[in-house]
């Protein structure tokens, strides 16, 4: 059974462009879905965070990964597990991303309403330089809870996003 969430566009979700000729679904990954997302997530992000961030994550029993198509062709993907945030598990996007010539048609957007329908609780980590993502994020309603100096290994600032 591969399929079991599937969201087409429409234009009743807020932030979802009123364009029909984008046709996007969300499926929750399945195994004959690994490779797309792994050429999406390094398309994304390069090879190295690939190897060491998302692929070892994959599979396991406790990891949510989403895959968005445009026209049935995957161009997105989310991967989402539990991690501490104030001391408690709550569910963390590990990754999101849409293949660059893909981007600004609501597949970002898809795949946030599809973690959020199944998790609304939700939290990440983001560049505070990453404008764009951090729009993905304000759209949907999360909201800075703290800001992080130099989190990430070539000394950005993290900002830390939360549903409130
Ligand atoms: C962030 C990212 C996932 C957004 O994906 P997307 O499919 O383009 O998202 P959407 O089309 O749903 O965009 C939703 C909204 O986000 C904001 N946004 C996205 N890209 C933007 C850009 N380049 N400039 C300004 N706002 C942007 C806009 O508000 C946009 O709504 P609009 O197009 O109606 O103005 C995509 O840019 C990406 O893959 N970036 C590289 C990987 C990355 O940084 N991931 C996040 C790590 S925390």
């Known amino acids: 059974m591969m399929i079991n969430t599937r969201i087409h566009s429409h234009v009743s979700q807020p932030g979802i462009p009123r364009n ?4 996007i679904t969300v499926w929750s990954a399945s195994r004959r879905d690994w490779n797309a997302v792994r050429h999406i997530e390094a398309a994304c992000f390069g090879w190295m965070r690939n190897v060491f961030g998302l692929w070892p994550r994959v599979g396991q029993s406790d990891t949510h990964t989403w895959v ?13 597990y539990p991690n501490m945030l104030d001391e408690q598990p709550v569910m963390y996007i590990g990754g999101v991303g849409t293949l660059p010539e893909y981007r600004r048609r609501g597949v ?8 959020l329908s199944e998790y609304p609780r939700l939290w990440l980590h983001v560049r505070a330089g990453n404008a764009d993502a951090i729009a993905l994020y304000q759209n949907l309603g999360l909201q800075q809870v703290r800001r992080l100096p130099r989190f990430y290994s070539n000394g950005d ?7 409130s």
């Open 68 to 80: 968005a198509g445009m026209n049935a062709a995957p161009v997105g993907y989310l991967i989402a």
């Open 157 to 163: 600032d993290a900002i830390v996003m939360a549903t």
């Open 108 to 115: 970002g957007t898809h795949l946030l309403h599809a973690v």
């Open 20 to 23: 029909k000729t984008n046709i």
